[in-house]
């Protein structure tokens, strides 16, 4: 769950869909009637899946985990392939939750390869999975590419996008790494793919990097907001510094 968001959502009366779907603050601070949740990591699907159909079981999981969790289980438990649904959202959420920086990412034969963080709590105590289930129920979940879920998108729909920040003059880091990897053409795609959406009535809600090349592909949309933010995920403590991003809305 999240607590209010520093920007407005946009008002809607269809559906609230959201194609790159992470972490789902937003979703979860709406609680909307319907929507249509999507991401192309299966496992995370999965594990949203897991949650909304056996809360009980994921959650006894992920207790059991949390008891074993040390330096040697995290690797240990980093190769296991689980066979279950309910294990693996479970596994998905142990190792989310104590890796590096919280990171997904895989090696090229699509094993999650992202070491040990410093954090070992697993269970939060004002986690409710519960209601978490009973929020998810009010969606369909699927692994689908980003484009597919917007083109889904109509009058009276609200779209939230938050894709990975790259630009037009970044390489990402993780290129020799992951599978799949969001490039500028997907940046390009999920603009055109935005705005024939937003032709057809529904309303946007964007955030993307604050950087001239974004600018550029979003110029001509209604709204443009830049709030600022953290950066938590280099390495080096001395990169992590405030930074800002930006909102785009059509309402």
Same mark, same amino acid.
Request: with cysteine; net charge positive; hydrophobic share 35%.
């Given at each position: 769950?999240?607590?209010?968001?520093?920007? +407005? =959502?946009?008002?809607?009366?269809?559906?609230?869909? %959201?194609? =790159?779907?992470?972490?789902?603050?937003?979703?979860?601070?709406?609680?909307?009637?319907?929507?249509?949740?999507? $991401?192309? @990591? /299966?496992?995370?699907? !999965?594990?949203?899946?897991?949650? #909304? +159909?056996?809360?009980?079981?994921?959650?006894? %999981?992920?207790?059991?985990?949390?008891?074993? &969790?040390?330096?040697?289980?995290?690797?240990? %438990?980093?190769?296991?392939?689980?066979?279950?649904?309910?294990?693996?959202?479970?596994?998905?959420?142990?190792?989310?939750?104590?890796?590096?920086?919280?990171?997904?990412?895989?090696?090229?034969?699509?094993?999650? @390869?992202?070491?040990?963080?410093?954090? +070992?709590?697993?269970?939060?105590? $004002?986690?409710?999975?519960?209601?978490?289930?009973?929020?998810?129920?009010?969606?369909? =979940?699927?692994?689908?590419?980003?484009?597919?879920?917007?083109?889904?998108?109509? %009058?009276?729909?609200?779209?939230?996008?938050?894709?990975?920040?790259?630009?037009? /003059?970044?390489?990402?880091?993780?290129?020799?790494? @992951?599978?799949?990897?969001?490039?500028?053409?997907?940046?390009?795609?999920?603009?055109?793919?935005?705005?024939?959406?937003?032709? #057809?009535?529904?309303?946007?809600?964007?955030?993307?990097?604050? &950087? +001239?090349?974004?600018?550029?592909?979003? $110029?001509?949309?209604?709204?443009? &907001?830049?709030? !600022?933010?953290?950066?938590?995920?280099?390495? $080096?403590?001395?990169?992590?510094?405030?930074?800002?991003?930006?909102?785009?809305? =059509?309402?």
């Amino acid at each position: 769950m999240v607590s209010n968001p520093a920007f +407005d =959502i946009p008002c809607f009366s269809g559906r609230y869909i %959201e194609p =790159i779907l992470g972490g789902g603050a937003i979703f979860f601070y709406l609680e909307p009637k319907t929507a249509i949740l999507t $991401d192309v @990591n /299966h496992r995370l699907i !999965e594990t949203y899946q897991g949650v #909304r +159909d056996n809360w009980i079981k994921v959650e006894k %999981e992920l207790k059991r985990l949390q008891n074993r &969790h040390s330096f040697q289980f995290y690797y240990e %438990e980093r190769k296991r392939v689980r066979r279950l649904p309910h294990m693996r959202a479970a596994q998905f959420l142990y190792l989310n939750r104590t890796c590096f920086n919280g990171l997904y990412r895989e090696n090229l034969k699509g094993k999650f @390869n992202v070491p040990i963080g410093d954090k +070992d709590r697993i269970i939060f105590e $004002d986690e409710d999975f519960g209601k978490i289930s009973q929020v998810l129920k009010s969606a369909k =979940i699927y692994t689908s590419d980003f484009e597919k879920a917007i083109d889904q998108a109509d %009058e009276g729909d609200l779209v939230f996008v938050d894709p990975p920040y790259n630009t037009a /003059h970044n390489v990402n880091g993780f290129i020799k790494y @992951n599978q799949q990897i969001f490039s500028w053409q997907d940046q390009v795609r999920l603009q055109k793919a935005i705005f024939r959406a937003a032709k #057809r009535g529904a309303k946007i809600l964007l955030t993307n990097a604050d &950087h +001239d090349s974004i600018w550029k592909l979003y $110029d001509g949309m209604e709204e443009y &907001h830049a709030i !600022e933010r953290k950066s938590v995920i280099a390495s $080096d403590s001395r990169y992590r510094r405030s930074t800002t991003e930006a909102i785009y809305i =059509i309402p």
